[in-house]
Protein backbone atom coordinates (compact mmCIF):
# COMPACT_ATOMS: atom_id res chain seq x y z
CA UNK A 1 0.00 0.00 0.00
CA UNK A 2 1.15 3.47 -1.00
CA UNK A 3 2.34 5.56 2.51
CA UNK A 4 -0.83 7.82 3.52
CA UNK A 5 0.12 11.08 5.22
CA UNK A 6 -2.09 14.10 6.53
CA UNK A 7 -1.30 17.48 5.54
CA UNK A 8 0.51 18.53 8.39
CA UNK A 9 4.04 20.51 8.02
CA UNK A 10 6.24 17.76 8.33
CA UNK A 11 3.98 15.37 5.74
CA UNK A 12 4.24 18.77 2.99
CA UNK A 13 8.04 18.42 3.59
CA UNK A 14 8.08 14.77 3.34
CA UNK A 15 6.40 15.26 0.28
CA UNK A 16 9.07 17.89 -1.03
CA UNK A 17 11.63 15.62 -0.17
CA UNK A 18 10.56 12.82 -2.19
CA UNK A 19 9.27 15.22 -5.50
CA UNK A 20 12.97 16.56 -4.95
CA UNK A 21 14.70 12.96 -5.34
CA UNK A 22 12.60 12.19 -8.44
CA UNK A 23 9.85 10.55 -6.61
CA UNK A 24 5.80 10.19 -6.79
CA UNK A 25 3.28 12.34 -4.58
CA UNK A 26 -0.50 11.95 -4.72
CA UNK A 27 -1.79 15.19 -3.62
CA UNK A 28 -5.39 17.09 -3.39
CA UNK A 29 -6.20 20.24 -5.88
CA UNK A 30 -9.62 21.94 -5.50
CA UNK A 31 -10.47 20.09 -8.81
CA UNK A 32 -9.28 16.21 -8.39
CA UNK A 33 -5.90 14.45 -6.38
CA UNK A 34 -2.65 14.38 -8.73
CA UNK A 35 -0.50 12.27 -9.18
CA UNK A 36 2.57 14.80 -9.17
CA UNK A 37 6.37 14.86 -10.01
CA UNK A 38 9.42 17.11 -10.41
CA UNK A 39 8.07 18.07 -14.50
CA UNK A 40 11.90 19.15 -15.36
CA UNK A 41 13.04 15.25 -14.27
CA UNK A 42 12.32 12.73 -17.12
CA UNK A 43 12.66 9.59 -14.86
CA UNK A 44 10.33 10.66 -12.22
CA UNK A 45 7.50 11.82 -15.17
CA UNK A 46 8.04 8.61 -16.73
CA UNK A 47 6.94 6.96 -13.70
CA UNK A 48 3.92 8.92 -14.07
CA UNK A 49 3.06 7.56 -17.39
CA UNK A 50 3.77 4.00 -16.36
CA UNK A 51 1.74 3.82 -12.52
CA UNK A 52 -0.82 5.33 -14.56
CA UNK A 53 -0.77 3.06 -17.79
CA UNK A 54 -1.45 6.07 -19.59
CA UNK A 55 0.21 6.34 -23.25
CA UNK A 56 3.34 8.68 -22.76
CA UNK A 57 2.17 11.08 -25.69
CA UNK A 58 -0.29 12.05 -24.06
CA UNK A 59 0.73 15.27 -22.11
CA UNK A 60 0.30 16.42 -18.54
CA UNK A 61 -0.14 19.66 -16.97
CA UNK A 62 2.74 21.11 -15.43
CA UNK A 63 1.14 23.18 -11.88
CA UNK A 64 3.10 25.87 -10.30
CA UNK A 65 3.45 27.60 -7.00
CA UNK A 66 1.11 30.49 -5.96
CA UNK A 67 4.43 32.58 -4.92
CA UNK A 68 5.83 33.74 -7.97
CA UNK A 69 4.06 32.77 -11.17
CA UNK A 70 5.12 34.63 -13.31
CA UNK A 71 8.65 33.16 -12.66
CA UNK A 72 7.42 30.15 -12.91
CA UNK A 73 4.84 30.95 -16.20
CA UNK A 74 8.57 32.29 -18.16
CA UNK A 75 10.06 28.86 -17.02
CA UNK A 76 8.35 26.92 -19.22
CA UNK A 77 6.68 28.81 -21.42
CA UNK A 78 7.85 31.01 -24.20
CA UNK A 79 5.12 33.73 -24.71
CA UNK A 80 2.08 34.32 -23.48
CA UNK A 81 -0.85 36.02 -25.55
CA UNK A 82 -2.44 39.07 -24.16
CA UNK A 83 -5.52 37.27 -23.82
CA UNK A 84 -3.97 34.37 -21.72
CA UNK A 85 -2.62 37.12 -19.46
CA UNK A 86 -6.31 38.35 -18.96
CA UNK A 87 -7.03 34.95 -17.97
CA UNK A 88 -4.58 34.77 -15.40
CA UNK A 89 -5.35 37.46 -14.00
CA UNK A 90 -8.99 36.74 -13.38
CA UNK A 91 -8.62 33.01 -12.57
CA UNK A 92 -5.45 32.08 -11.10
CA UNK A 93 -4.79 30.26 -8.62
CA UNK A 94 -7.99 28.69 -9.79
CA UNK A 95 -9.44 25.41 -11.97
CA UNK A 96 -8.14 26.93 -15.11
CA UNK A 97 -5.17 25.31 -17.32
CA UNK A 98 -3.66 27.10 -20.71
CA UNK A 99 -1.90 25.46 -22.95
CA UNK A 100 0.90 27.88 -23.83
CA UNK A 101 4.22 27.49 -26.57
CA UNK A 102 6.85 26.20 -24.46
CA UNK A 103 10.40 26.30 -23.63
CA UNK A 104 12.13 24.30 -26.17
CA UNK A 105 14.89 23.08 -23.32
CA UNK A 106 11.98 22.31 -20.66
CA UNK A 107 9.89 19.35 -19.84
CA UNK A 108 9.77 17.72 -22.51
CA UNK A 109 8.52 14.84 -21.51
CA UNK A 110 5.81 16.20 -19.06
CA UNK A 111 4.55 17.65 -22.65
CA UNK A 112 4.27 14.37 -24.28
CA UNK A 113 6.25 15.66 -27.44
CA UNK A 114 4.25 18.86 -27.61
CA UNK A 115 5.69 22.19 -28.58
CA UNK A 116 3.33 23.45 -26.33
CA UNK A 117 2.78 23.23 -22.24
CA UNK A 118 -0.31 23.17 -20.01
CA UNK A 119 0.17 25.46 -17.29
CA UNK A 120 -1.90 25.51 -14.02
CA UNK A 121 -1.85 27.52 -10.55
CA UNK A 122 -3.80 25.59 -8.41
CA UNK A 123 -5.79 27.21 -5.86
CA UNK A 124 -5.81 24.54 -2.86
CA UNK A 125 -3.98 24.97 0.20
CA UNK A 126 -2.38 21.93 0.13
CA UNK A 127 -1.09 21.90 -3.25
CA UNK A 128 0.03 25.26 -2.84
CA UNK A 129 2.40 24.36 0.57
CA UNK A 130 3.72 21.75 -1.82
CA UNK A 131 4.67 23.95 -4.35
CA UNK A 132 6.52 26.16 -2.52
CA UNK A 133 8.10 23.26 0.17
CA UNK A 134 9.24 21.99 -3.31
CA UNK A 135 10.49 25.26 -4.85
CA UNK A 136 12.48 25.63 -1.53
CA UNK A 137 14.33 22.26 -3.15
CA UNK A 138 14.93 23.28 -6.16
CA UNK A 139 11.67 21.96 -8.25
CA UNK A 140 10.06 24.77 -10.55
CA UNK A 141 6.92 22.80 -11.57
CA UNK A 142 5.02 19.87 -10.80
CA UNK A 143 3.90 17.75 -13.60
CA UNK A 144 0.34 16.09 -12.45
CA UNK A 145 -2.34 14.01 -14.36
CA UNK A 146 -5.61 13.31 -12.23
CA UNK A 147 -4.21 10.46 -10.02
CA UNK A 148 -6.24 7.62 -11.77
CA UNK A 149 -5.45 4.70 -13.77
CA UNK A 150 -5.90 5.68 -17.72
CA UNK A 151 -9.48 5.80 -18.88
CA UNK A 152 -10.78 5.54 -15.04
CA UNK A 153 -13.17 7.55 -12.81
CA UNK A 154 -10.84 10.68 -11.58
CA UNK A 155 -10.13 10.35 -7.62
CA UNK A 156 -11.55 13.21 -5.90
CA UNK A 157 -10.64 12.08 -1.98
CA UNK A 158 -7.46 10.30 -0.95
CA UNK A 159 -9.04 6.72 -0.25
CA UNK A 160 -9.95 6.48 -3.88
CA UNK A 161 -6.15 7.41 -4.89
CA UNK A 162 -4.94 5.03 -2.98
CA UNK A 163 -7.44 2.45 -4.20
CA UNK A 164 -6.27 3.54 -7.54
CA UNK A 165 -2.62 2.84 -7.06
CA UNK A 166 -3.41 -0.13 -3.99
CA UNK A 167 -0.29 -1.92 -5.81
CA UNK A 168 2.47 0.35 -5.33
CA UNK A 169 4.35 0.82 -1.79
CA UNK A 170 5.10 2.99 0.63
CA UNK A 171 8.60 3.80 -0.82
CA UNK A 172 6.92 4.26 -4.13
CA UNK A 173 3.94 6.77 -3.37
CA UNK A 174 3.57 9.26 -0.90
CA UNK A 175 -0.13 10.31 -0.85
CA UNK A 176 -1.00 13.88 1.09
CA UNK A 177 -4.87 13.56 2.79
CA UNK A 178 -6.40 16.97 2.15
CA UNK A 179 -10.15 15.65 2.49
CA UNK A 180 -12.39 15.76 -0.33
CA UNK A 181 -11.79 18.00 -3.42
CA UNK A 182 -13.86 21.10 -3.25
CA UNK A 183 -14.65 21.41 -7.25
CA UNK A 184 -14.86 17.82 -8.05
CA UNK A 185 -14.38 18.13 -11.57
CA UNK A 186 -10.79 18.84 -13.64
CA UNK A 187 -9.97 22.67 -14.79
CA UNK A 188 -11.11 24.05 -17.58
CA UNK A 189 -8.52 23.95 -20.54
CA UNK A 190 -7.98 26.65 -22.74
CA UNK A 191 -5.17 26.73 -26.03
CA UNK A 192 -3.51 30.08 -25.97
CA UNK A 193 -1.19 28.54 -28.61
CA UNK A 194 -3.41 29.66 -31.87
CA UNK A 195 -3.95 33.36 -31.67
CA UNK A 196 -7.57 33.22 -30.24
CA UNK A 197 -8.51 30.86 -27.03
CA UNK A 198 -9.99 27.22 -27.97
CA UNK A 199 -11.93 25.24 -24.93
CA UNK A 200 -10.46 22.10 -24.85
CA UNK A 201 -12.09 20.54 -21.73
CA UNK A 202 -14.69 22.57 -19.87
CA UNK A 203 -14.69 22.65 -16.22
CA UNK A 204 -16.71 25.07 -13.56
CA UNK A 205 -16.34 28.15 -15.19
CA UNK A 206 -18.74 28.98 -17.70
CA UNK A 207 -18.27 30.06 -21.37
CA UNK A 208 -19.13 33.51 -20.19
CA UNK A 209 -16.97 33.83 -17.45
CA UNK A 210 -13.99 32.78 -19.85
CA UNK A 211 -14.97 35.51 -22.34
CA UNK A 212 -15.79 38.59 -20.23
CA UNK A 213 -12.14 37.89 -19.00
CA UNK A 214 -10.51 36.61 -22.10
CA UNK A 215 -11.59 39.71 -24.05
CA UNK A 216 -12.24 37.36 -27.28
CA UNK A 217 -15.35 34.83 -27.86
CA UNK A 218 -14.04 31.01 -26.83
CA UNK A 219 -13.80 29.02 -30.17
CA UNK A 220 -14.56 24.99 -30.05
CA UNK A 221 -12.04 22.56 -30.82
CA UNK A 222 -11.37 21.29 -34.09
CA UNK A 223 -9.33 18.33 -35.60
CA UNK A 224 -5.68 20.10 -35.16
CA UNK A 225 -6.28 20.44 -31.40
CA UNK A 226 -3.39 18.45 -29.93
CA UNK A 227 -4.57 15.11 -28.20
CA UNK A 228 -5.66 14.86 -24.83
CA UNK A 229 -6.50 12.36 -22.42
CA UNK A 230 -9.43 14.27 -21.08
CA UNK A 231 -10.88 15.60 -24.23
CA UNK A 232 -10.99 10.96 -25.27
CA UNK A 233 -14.69 10.29 -26.85
CA UNK A 234 -14.34 7.46 -24.20
CA UNK A 235 -12.83 8.54 -20.16
CA UNK A 236 -14.23 8.72 -17.15
CA UNK A 237 -15.07 5.39 -16.99
CA UNK A 238 -16.56 3.12 -14.07
CA UNK A 239 -16.41 -0.82 -14.54
CA UNK A 240 -19.94 -0.35 -14.53
CA UNK A 241 -21.64 0.96 -18.11
CA UNK A 242 -22.96 4.13 -17.87
CA UNK A 243 -25.97 5.15 -19.89
CA UNK A 244 -27.50 9.04 -19.80
CA UNK A 245 -31.60 9.13 -20.22
CA UNK A 246 -34.01 11.40 -19.79
CA UNK A 247 -36.87 11.49 -17.53
CA UNK A 248 -39.04 9.80 -19.71
CA UNK A 249 -36.83 7.17 -21.00
CA UNK A 250 -35.43 6.37 -17.55
CA UNK A 251 -39.11 5.58 -16.02
CA UNK A 252 -39.99 3.76 -19.42
CA UNK A 253 -36.72 1.66 -19.25
CA UNK A 254 -37.31 1.08 -15.48
CA UNK A 255 -41.06 -0.05 -16.10
CA UNK A 256 -39.86 -2.37 -18.44
CA UNK A 257 -37.62 -4.18 -15.75
CA UNK A 258 -40.48 -4.88 -13.52
CA UNK A 259 -38.75 -6.96 -10.37
CA UNK A 260 -35.55 -7.76 -12.68
CA UNK A 261 -33.34 -3.93 -11.39
CA UNK A 262 -30.14 -6.47 -9.46
CA UNK A 263 -28.05 -4.90 -11.65
CA UNK A 264 -29.02 -1.45 -12.18
CA UNK A 265 -27.89 1.17 -10.03
CA UNK A 266 -29.84 5.04 -10.53
CA UNK A 267 -27.97 8.81 -10.49
CA UNK A 268 -31.16 10.42 -11.16
CA UNK A 269 -32.57 14.49 -10.59
CA UNK A 270 -36.35 13.46 -10.24
CA UNK A 271 -37.56 11.15 -7.77
CA UNK A 272 -37.99 7.25 -9.29
CA UNK A 273 -40.36 6.00 -7.01
CA UNK A 274 -39.34 2.17 -8.77
CA UNK A 275 -36.22 1.90 -6.88
CA UNK A 276 -37.23 -1.23 -4.94
CA UNK A 277 -33.48 -1.88 -3.37
CA UNK A 278 -31.89 -0.23 -6.31
CA UNK A 279 -29.05 1.68 -5.41
CA UNK A 280 -29.68 5.27 -6.12
CA UNK A 281 -28.85 8.57 -5.29
CA UNK A 282 -30.11 11.99 -6.45
CA UNK A 283 -28.32 14.44 -8.41
CA UNK A 284 -28.46 18.06 -6.46
CA UNK A 285 -30.18 20.77 -8.96
CA UNK A 286 -27.50 22.78 -8.22
CA UNK A 287 -24.43 22.38 -10.87
CA UNK A 288 -21.72 23.13 -8.41
CA UNK A 289 -22.98 20.88 -5.73
CA UNK A 290 -23.59 17.90 -8.15
CA UNK A 291 -19.84 18.62 -9.87
CA UNK A 292 -18.46 18.51 -6.46
CA UNK A 293 -19.64 14.97 -5.58
CA UNK A 294 -20.02 13.40 -9.52
CA UNK A 295 -17.10 11.00 -9.16
CA UNK A 296 -17.40 9.76 -5.72
CA UNK A 297 -21.16 9.28 -6.53
CA UNK A 298 -20.09 7.20 -9.85
CA UNK A 299 -17.30 5.39 -7.92
CA UNK A 300 -19.68 4.85 -5.34
CA UNK A 301 -22.46 3.07 -7.39
CA UNK A 302 -19.82 1.23 -9.14
CA UNK A 303 -18.68 -0.47 -5.92
CA UNK A 304 -21.68 -1.43 -5.51
CA UNK A 305 -21.58 -4.57 -8.08
CA UNK A 306 -23.41 -3.74 -10.34
CA UNK A 307 -23.53 -3.83 -14.38
CA UNK A 308 -25.46 -0.84 -15.42
CA UNK A 309 -25.20 2.46 -13.97
CA UNK A 310 -28.27 4.69 -15.48
CA UNK A 311 -27.90 8.41 -15.09
CA UNK A 312 -30.71 11.01 -15.68
CA UNK A 313 -29.09 13.96 -18.28
CA UNK A 314 -28.10 16.89 -16.42
CA UNK A 315 -29.77 20.64 -17.38
CA UNK A 316 -29.00 22.44 -20.31
CA UNK A 317 -27.95 25.20 -18.57
CA UNK A 318 -23.95 26.78 -19.93
CA UNK A 319 -23.05 26.06 -15.74
CA UNK A 320 -23.55 22.35 -15.85
CA UNK A 321 -21.37 21.77 -19.36
CA UNK A 322 -18.72 20.49 -17.24
CA UNK A 323 -20.80 17.89 -15.26
CA UNK A 324 -22.56 17.31 -18.80
CA UNK A 325 -18.96 16.69 -20.58
CA UNK A 326 -17.59 13.99 -18.01
CA UNK A 327 -21.22 12.03 -18.16
CA UNK A 328 -21.04 11.86 -21.74
CA UNK A 329 -17.76 10.46 -21.95
CA UNK A 330 -18.17 8.18 -18.87
CA UNK A 331 -21.31 7.01 -21.23
CA UNK A 332 -19.52 6.87 -23.98
O1 LIG B 1 -7.87 19.73 -12.67
C1 LIG B 1 -6.95 19.23 -13.33
O2 LIG B 1 -6.60 19.68 -14.43
C2 LIG B 1 -6.25 18.00 -12.74
C3 LIG B 1 -5.53 18.43 -11.47
C4 LIG B 1 -4.69 17.31 -10.90
O3 LIG B 1 -4.76 19.57 -11.72
N1 LIG B 1 -5.35 17.42 -13.69
C5 LIG B 1 -5.79 16.76 -14.78
O4 LIG B 1 -4.76 16.19 -15.52
O5 LIG B 1 -6.95 16.63 -15.08
P1 LIG B 1 -4.99 15.11 -16.67
O6 LIG B 1 -3.64 14.74 -17.16
O7 LIG B 1 -5.84 14.01 -16.18
O8 LIG B 1 -5.67 15.95 -17.78
C6 LIG B 1 -4.92 16.98 -18.34
C7 LIG B 1 -5.33 17.23 -19.74
C8 LIG B 1 -5.09 16.02 -20.58
O9 LIG B 1 -6.24 15.79 -21.34
C9 LIG B 1 -3.90 16.43 -21.41
O10 LIG B 1 -3.83 15.75 -22.60
C10 LIG B 1 -4.11 17.93 -21.54
O11 LIG B 1 -4.54 18.28 -20.27
N2 LIG B 1 -2.88 18.63 -21.83
C11 LIG B 1 -1.83 18.85 -21.02
N3 LIG B 1 -0.83 19.48 -21.68
C12 LIG B 1 -1.27 19.67 -22.93
C13 LIG B 1 -0.70 20.22 -24.11
N4 LIG B 1 0.53 20.70 -24.12
N5 LIG B 1 -1.45 20.24 -25.22
C14 LIG B 1 -2.69 19.73 -25.21
N6 LIG B 1 -3.28 19.16 -24.16
C15 LIG B 1 -2.58 19.12 -23.03
MG1 LIG C 1 -7.32 12.60 -16.11
Redesign the pocket.
Known sequence: MPLLLGQDPAAIEQAAQRLAHGGLVGLP?E?????AADAENASAVRGIFAAKG?PAD??????VGPDAPRTAIDAFAREVPAFAERLIAAFWPG?L?L?LP?RADVAAVA??G?D???L?C?AHPVAQAVLSAAAAHGVRGLA?????RFGRV?PTTAAHVAEEFADLGESELLILDGGACP?G???T?I?CTRGHPVL??P?VLTAAQLEAAAGEPLRARDGA????????ESHYAPRAKVRLMDARQLRAAFEVLGQDTKHIALYTRSAIDAARGTPHRRMPDNAVAAAQELFAVLRELDATGVRLIWVETPPDGPEWDGVRDRLGRAAA
Open positions: TTVYGLRHPLIVHPTIRAGQSVGRPAPSANSVIESIDLRGAPRASGTL
